[in-house]
T-cell receptor, first 113, second 114 residues
């Protein structure tokens, strides 16, 4: 029973490039949450999605960031024109339903040079 | 606004001793809390949860206590082992928008001395 999967585990980008982070939820989970963790800080909520719908994007920066969770395939967090301040660990969590326990993936560590 | 915070950034204990990690919350409407453990380089791992209709819940070597009067919860780890070394977060899945997003505290780093 595979857990939440994220890839890539490590991603290096130069300023101005695009970063695409993927998350495959646990089997049977249709709710996906993305969180960002800056060094030495706790996790901060970014966006909550269900299949084909964005439910809550209140934690997502208004520009350059977007997320999707298509009917088929993984959830994607996309960061356009990355800047050094985007360097962080990005975690995805999945759950069975609204306010159910969330299980986290191993994260993608983004480094912007 | 909502907030969840831990009392101590770092806790150092001797192997075999019991550990107590504390967390305070401000949202009176919060009725469900989760403790996560995050080891270096890994994602948060679910440890135990508790709902507001309970004061105490026990797992394997861990106990969570909830005091709704003072809006405080604690995680107790019995017979702490080196493998318990990690950052511990309490999280409130209800926040203020009822979408299930988790609001994390700053985390307490547990260091286990051999």
């Amino acid at each position: 029973n595979a857990g939440v999967m994220q890839n890539p585990r490590h991603l290096v980008r130069r300023r101005g490039q695009e970063a695409r982070l993927r998350c495959s939820p646990m089997k049977g989970h249709s709710h996906v949450y993305w969180y960002r963790q800056l060094p030495e800080e706790g996790l901060k909520f970014m966006v909550y999605l269900q299949k084909e719908n964005i439910i809550d994007e209140s934690g997502m920066p208004k520009e350059r960031f977007s997320a999707e969770f298509p009917k088929e395939g993984p959830s994607i967090l996309r960061i356009q024109q990355v800047v050094r301040g985007d360097s962080a660990a990005y975690f995805c969590a999945s759950g069975r339903g609204f306010q159910e326990t969330q299980y986290f993936g191993p994260g993608t560590r983004l480094l912007v040079l | 606004g909502e907030s969840v915070g831990l009392h101590l950034p770092t806790l150092s204990v001797q192997e075999g001793d019991n550990s107590i990690i504390n967390c305070a919350y401000s949202n009176s409407a919060s009725d469900y809390f989760i403790w996560y453990k995050q080891e270096s380089g890994k994602g948060p791992q679910f440890i135990i949860d508790i709902r507001s209709n309970m004061d105490k819940r026990q797992g394997q070597r861990v106990t969570v206590l909830l005091n709704k009067t003072v809006k405080h919860l604690s995680l107790q780890i019995a017979a702490t082992q080196p493998g318990d070394s990690a950052v511990y977060f309490c999280a409130d899945p209800h926040g203020s928008s009822n979408t299930g997003k988790l609001i994390f505290g700053q985390g307490t780093t547990l260091q286990v001395k051999p």
